[in-house]
């Protein structure tokens, strides 16, 4: 069933004002999206498509020149291709396909200009925008009446909503500028007041995939974040506890919005290609080596009315992600093992994992390069800012070491782990005698294990399903990384099955 046409109209009191609509909008959209801009001459609609493209681009000097005679443009982004069309010339419907629009290109942002000379083609899932003159308010004042057809109906009305948290809390009319995502659905956007500057997020419930694990999206099961609520839990949390998480001025968690604090864009990461500051590091371990050894809650303050628990990393979840290998990883490098193989390889997972140390703690999940924020002018621990925590955990303490000096998107040096974990064990050590630096160290090769099994599996499932193939060159490093901690004698079962039915990841 089609649902029903979202509609609104805004007031715009001159370009900024379209521009700033437009990043907005932009946050919202996905490649595969349409946009019509529709209006008489003049009224606005090159420079929406403009101001949108160099938004995307990151680049407000981009030449953007109007496709009026060449019919279309094509722009290769950041995170797509964009194709900017304008039809007033288009005479005959056979035009169409010479410049690519008939039919649409998939996987492409695709804006169309006077989209009423080609009204056959357009798709019944689409965004309208329709620009309209307002003399009376300015010379530069226009209004707009966006309408989302079909599936792009909730776009609209999440644009609407997004609008009305901006103006509540007196963003509005601030400059925008876009911030690179991640893996997730979330979006991200730079707000500027004179030099000050915010980051909007933009984080829509969503579970990620169907419900296949009895009755649970994967999200659910593996107790990833579906809403913004553990965000907001954690980064309260982890202030309480002294730690550099952004400061959350304004909350929508109806609808997954926050305004939050900017801590920078300095990393602990530097050069061509990027390697860890070895300083920056020993700041985030001794960071984790603090946290691990404080008494932490499992259920903190989310409102004033209500708490947020955190979810154990049980057995089964681990398990969950553990058969990422199986589903997507082995399929895209045509592998089958058979049954007994993949019942013989849960089993021996389950096995290990049971036996591991009960010591929990709040295991952060992405504790790695591009989410520490390097903060100079602060010190201690509070130097390194913590930015995505919203999947936090109660797990054992090893997993976000691992996830530190195992880093999927750069090279870690394997003596700089070695010097970390070292590090690690001794501040650990200081606060408490009695801590077991082999049983650490066996759960850090399982947990290591366990980790990059599942990222082998992720970044398959994020090229196959998800159509971002940018991440399959991480997987070499990642392959690297698992036959490190496969070497430790615990795994020596486990490390036969993958050297007998793992191939590695295509360089």
Same mark, same amino acid.
């Given at each position: 069933?089609?649902?029903?046409?979202?509609?609104?109209?805004?007031?715009?009191?001159?370009?900024?004002?379209?521009?700033?609509?437009?990043?907005?909008?932009?946050?919202?959209?996905?490649?595969?999206?349409?946009?019509?801009?529709?209006?008489?001459?003049?009224?606005?609609?090159?420079?929406?498509?403009?101001?949108?493209?160099?938004?995307?681009?990151?680049?407000?000097?981009?030449?953007?020149? /109007?496709?009026?005679?060449?019919?279309?443009?094509?722009?290769?982004? &950041?995170?797509?291709?964009?194709?900017?069309?304008?039809?007033?010339?288009?005479?005959?419907?056979?035009?169409?396909?010479?410049?690519?629009?008939?039919?649409?290109?998939?996987?492409?942002?695709?804006?169309?200009?006077?989209?009423?000379?080609? +009204?056959?083609?357009?798709?019944?899932?689409?965004?309208?925008? =329709?620009?309209?003159?307002? &003399?009376?308010?300015?010379? /530069?004042?226009?209004?707009?009446?966006?309408?989302?057809?079909?599936?792009?109906?909730?776009?609209?009305?999440?644009?609407?909503?997004?609008? %009305?948290?901006?103006?509540?809390?007196?963003?509005?009319?601030?400059?925008?500028?876009?911030?690179?995502?991640?893996? /997730?659905?979330?979006?991200?956007?730079? #707000?500027?007041?004179?030099?000050?500057?915010?980051?909007?997020?933009?984080?829509?419930?969503?579970?990620?995939?169907?419900?296949?694990?009895?009755?649970?999206?994967?999200?659910?099961?593996?107790?990833?974040?579906?809403?913004?609520? &553990?965000?907001? +839990?954690?980064?309260?949390?982890?202030?309480?506890?002294? #730690?550099?998480?952004?400061?959350?001025?304004?909350?929508?968690?109806?609808?997954?919005?926050?305004?939050?604090?900017?801590?920078?864009?300095?990393?602990?990461?530097?050069?061509?290609?990027?390697?860890?500051?070895?300083?920056?590091?020993?700041?985030?371990?001794?960071?984790?080596?603090?946290?691990?050894?404080?008494?932490?809650?499992?259920?903190?303050?989310?409102?004033?009315?209500?708490?947020?628990?955190?979810?154990? $990393?049980?057995?089964?979840?681990?398990?969950?992600?553990?058969?990422?290998?199986?589903?997507?990883?082995?399929?895209?490098?045509?592998?089958?093992?058979?049954?007994?193989?993949?019942?013989? $390889?849960?089993?021996? *997972?389950? +096995?290990?994992?049971?036996?591991?140390?009960?010591?929990?703690? *709040?295991?952060?999940?992405?504790?790695?390069?591009?989410?520490?924020?390097? @903060?100079?002018?602060?010190?201690?621990?509070?130097?390194?800012?913590?930015?995505?925590?919203?999947? !936090?955990?109660?797990?054992?303490?090893?997993?976000?070491?691992?996830?530190?000096?195992?880093?999927?998107?750069?090279?870690?040096?394997?003596?700089?782990?070695?010097?970390?974990?070292?590090?690690? =064990?001794?501040? %650990?050590?200081?606060?408490?005698?009695?801590?077991?630096?082999?049983?650490?160290?066996?759960?850090?090769?399982?947990?290591? =294990?366990?980790?990059?099994?599942?990222? @082998?599996?992720?970044?398959?499932?994020?090229? %196959?399903?998800?159509?971002?193939?940018?991440?399959?060159?991480?997987?070499?490093?990642?392959? !690297?990384?698992?036959?490190?901690?496969?070497?430790?004698?615990?795994?020596?079962?486990?490390?036969? *099955?993958y050297a007998t039915h793992v191939p590695p990841p295509q360089t």
């Amino acid at each position: 069933m089609t649902a029903a046409p979202a509609t609104f109209a805004v007031a715009l009191a001159n370009e900024a004002a379209t521009a700033n609509l437009m990043a907005d909008l932009a946050l919202l959209i996905n490649a595969g999206d349409v946009i019509t801009l529709s209006g008489d001459l003049g009224a606005g609609k090159t420079a929406a498509a403009r101001a949108m493209i160099r938004y995307f681009a990151g680049d407000d000097a981009l030449e953007v020149p /109007s496709p009026t005679f060449t019919l279309a443009q094509t722009y290769d982004l &950041p995170s797509f291709t964009l194709l900017h069309a304008d039809l007033y010339r288009i005479e005959d419907a056979g035009e169409l396909e010479e410049i690519g629009l008939d039919p649409l290109p998939d996987g492409v942002v695709v804006l169309i200009e006077w989209p009423e000379r080609a +009204a056959h083609a357009l798709p019944v899932d689409r965004i309208d925008i =329709a620009f309209s003159h307002r &003399p009376a308010l300015g010379a /530069s004042a226009r209004a707009a009446e966006i309408t989302g057809h079909g599936k792009a109906a909730a776009q609209v009305a999440r644009l609407a909503a997004l609008r %009305r948290f901006l103006e509540r809390s007196d963003h509005d009319q601030t400059r925008r500028q876009r911030m690179a995502g991640d893996a /997730s659905t979330r979006s991200y956007a730079r #707000l500027f007041k004179g030099d000050s500057a915010v980051i909007l997020m933009n984080a829509p419930k969503r579970p990620d995939g169907p419900a296949l694990y009895r009755g649970k999206s994967y999200s659910a099961a593996v107790h990833l974040a579906e809403d913004v609520r &553990p965000f907001v +839990a954690m980064a309260n949390g982890l202030r309480a506890q002294g #730690l550099s998480a952004p400061a959350i001025h304004y909350a929508d968690l109806a609808n997954g919005f926050l305004i939050l604090e900017d801590l920078g864009s300095e990393g602990v990461i530097a050069g061509t290609p990027p390697q860890p500051i070895p300083e920056r590091y020993q700041m985030a371990t001794d960071l984790l080596a603090e946290l691990h050894h404080t008494p932490l809650a499992s259920t903190l303050p989310l409102t004033p009315q209500s708490t947020y628990t955190i979810p154990d $990393f049980d057995t089964e979840a681990m398990l969950i992600e553990i058969s990422l290998m199986l589903e997507w990883y082995l399929p895209d490098r045509g592998v089958d093992p058979g049954a007994a193989a993949r019942d013989e $390889f849960m089993a021996m *997972w389950h +096995a290990l994992l049971v036996r591991q140390p009960a010591d929990e703690t *709040w295991v952060l999940r992405d504790f790695h390069s591009p989410n520490l924020i390097w @903060l100079a002018d602060r010190s201690g621990i509070g130097q390194v800012g913590v930015i995505d925590f919203q999947d !936090t955990v109660m797990g054992p303490p090893s997993y976000d070491l691992v996830s530190l000096l195992q880093d999927a998107r750069i090279d870690v040096p394997e003596p700089l782990e070695l010097a970390m974990f070292a590090r690690y =064990a001794k501040t %650990r050590r200081g606060f408490d005698p009695g801590f077991d630096a082999a049983a650490f160290a066996e759960s850090y090769a399982v947990m290591s =294990a366990q980790r990059n099994t599942r990222l @082998l599996g992720t970044f398959a499932r994020l090229n %196959r399903r998800d159509g971002k193939p940018q991440y399959l060159r991480h997987q070499p490093r990642i392959w !690297t990384y698992l036959n490190r901690s496969l070497a430790h004698p615990a795994l020596a079962v486990l490390r036969d *099955w993958y050297a007998t039915h793992v191939p590695p990841p295509q360089t």
